[in-house]
Each structure stands twice: as C-alpha cells, then as structure tokens.
C-alpha cells in the first residue's frame, strides 16, 4: 500500500511539472498568433466562471442559472469605475467582486429557501432581471450601444495590452482559484457541502446549517464570476448586455456539465471543451450549411448536453480518472506478470546450470 501511494504521489508531482510546463511554454509555442492566444484567454475566463459554479452544483448540489448576472456586474463595475471615475483597474476590480458578494446575499437569502427546479427558476429570473438592468440603465451601462473605452490593467504602470500578457494574467487567476476550491473542498466547509448535497435532512439533523453552508458557496461562486467578469472588460475594453444575458448563462452551465461535477477542476476542463467546439463549429457549418445562423449552435450544445447527461452524468472529470485508473492498473498488472515470469526464468536458468 505504501509503494502504491508514494508510486500515486509521484504520479501526481510529474502531472503538476507538466501543466506548469505547458503552462509557461504553451504561449511561446503560438508566439505571433493572437488567435489562439486569444482563445486561451477566453478558455481562462470562462474557467473561473465554471469552478464557481462546480463548487455550487458539484459540491452543494445547487443550480444557478444566473452566473452570468455577476459576471456582467463585475464586468461594469470595473469598467464603469475605471474610464468614468478614475480607479485602479485592481481596485475596481475588488470593488466588483464586492458588490456581487453583496447582491448574492441579498438575493441567496430568500432564493434559498426554494430546492430543486424552483430554485433554478428563481435564479433564471435574477439573471432576466439583471439583464434588464445592463439593457435599460444607460447611463452606467451604456445599454444596447456597449460600454467603450475600457482602459488596460496595469501592473507596476505597464498596461498588460497584448494576447500573451493577459494570458499569463488570467491563467495565474485560474490557478489561484483552483487552489483556493481545491481548499474549500477539503476543509470543514466542502464536508458540509457533500453532506448537504448528499441530504438535506440528514445534514440538517447532523447540525449543520444547511442555509448558511449554501450561502457562503453562493457568494463564492458569484465572486468568481464577477471577478471574471472584470478581467473580461479590461480585456475586450467594450462590452455590451448581450454579453451577460439569459444564453450565457445556459452556456456556463452546460461547460459544468460538461467538465464534470466532481472536481474543481471541471469548469477548466469544460470551458476548454465548449470554446474549441465553438471555434470548430464556426469554421465547419458554414461549409456544411451555408444557410444556417448562429441558432445552429444552440441546438449543437442543447443536444451534447443531453447526451452527457444520459451517458457522462459526471462529465470529463469523472470519466478520466477511470480510465487512467484502469490503464495504471493494467500496466501495473503487466509489469508485474513480467517481473514473476522473468524470476521463474532466472531461477530454472539457476537450477539447470546447478
């Protein structure tokens, strides 16, 4: 048991070495191309939306279809605070992730209360009524004609304004996030959260206060929204309601699905799935279908999420630890056949010769 744990620690210390690897190097490999730079960044920040929402769904089995409201509120946050009144993009950015956890509590406190599709329903409804809001309040939001002259980030005065700088800005965001889940999911408060999602009424006859537990993962899923949001302005330097609508909001949902539930992260996994198979989908319908709009990908997206839900009910996540598993196990049997078959030979080799 013990050489198999210290052979899994290892395993798991080359993994780390490899993403930390590709993670440097990946941007130098596509140096010049800004299109796939591009990408990585959106696949980022779409990653810190869905390790939100995995600790939500995954761990506290509660399904929002909101996000997108709190990634918009950090988005105009920072941009409204950094182009009309001066701030640092860092403070305004706080400022965002301040003002969604505040709204997330005034908001989970009643919505809470409700379980399973009216719970859905409720947050469905936030998400409308926050689209309305961006749409309608044009003299912060700049409703349908966007919101233009979003300024840089800048960190020691230097504006991080090409592809490869935000990369760097935005994946050490992912990773920072991933650990911090990571933590939750093992403290106190991930135990709690399994707990509830296991049962309600028998985590509550166990003591545990089931509203605050869904509380405090409520807001912390609307801080990672929000605080991509934020990044996302300062990015694109333009940004419109569309942006943070009801779609968005499925789509987010459907990269958890897709990623998988069961690890934080899954929202990396999915959100890299659904932004290439976006970007696949727009260089291949339109050879395919000419006359077909972008309705086209709604439908692809509503059907893969039927499919995994019917057949990867745990997404990616779920489905590769198991085969990896049985790969290891596999060649560890292997070796192991091996080794017997080549002492069986040695020792015949040793008794003829005596």
């Not at 991930?190 to 405090?216: F, M």
């Amino acid at each position: 048991m013990e050489h198999g744990q210290r052979m899994t620690d290892g395993r798991k210390r080359w993994l780390w070495l490899a993403g930390a690897v590709v993670w440097l190097g990946l941007p130098w490999l596509v140096f010049g191309n800004n299109y796939v730079l591009s990408t990585l960044v959106l696949i980022g920040l779409y990653a810190l939306v869905g390790t939100g929402m995995t600790l939500l769904m995954g761990y506290a089995g509660q399904i929002s279809l909101g996000q997108a409201a709190f990634y918009g509120m950090g988005a105009y946050t920072s941009a409204y605070l950094t182009a009309h009144a001066g701030w640092p993009a860092w403070l305004a950015l706080v400022a965002g992730a301040a003002l969604a956890a505040l709204v997330a509590l005034v908001v989970g406190i009643p919505v809470f209360r409700l379980r399973e599709h009216y719970l859905a329903l409720a947050t469905l409804g936030f998400g409308v009524i926050m689209f309305t809001f961006f749409k309608e309040w044009k003299g912060i939001t700049g409703g349908l004609n966007g919101f233009f002259g979003i300024p840089p980030i800048r960190i020691a005065g230097i504006p991080l304004q090409s592809d490869w700088q935000f990369y760097y800005l935005v994946s050490s965001f992912v990773l920072a996030g991933g650990w911090f889940a990571r933590n939750v999911v093992r403290s106190r408060v991930g135990r709690a959260l399994r707990a509830i999602h296991g049962s309600e009424v028998a985590a509550s006859s166990l003591g545990v206060n089931i509203t605050k537990y869904k509380l405090q993962i409520f807001i912390l899923s609307a801080v990672y929204a929000s605080v991509a949001g934020s990044l996302y302005a300062h990015y694109v330097t333009f940004i419109n309601p569309d942006l943070f609508g009801i779609i968005p909001s499925i789509y987010f949902l459907i990269m958890v699905i897709i990623g998988g539930t069961a690890s934080v992260w899954g929202g990396l996994v999915g959100a890299a799935v659904y932004v290439c198979l976006g970007e696949w989908l727009k260089a291949v319908v339109p050879l395919l279908l000419p006359n077909a709009g972008g309705e086209f990908e709604i439908v692809f997206f509503g059907l893969l999420l039927v499919i995994m839900l019917i057949y990867m009910p745990n997404g990616l996540t779920g489905v590769a630890p198991q085969g990896l598993r049985r790969c290891w196990k596999t060649s560890w049997r292997q070796s192991e056949r091996a080794t017997a078959v080549d002492s069986h030979k040695a020792r015949s080799i040793g008794g003829e010769q005596g």
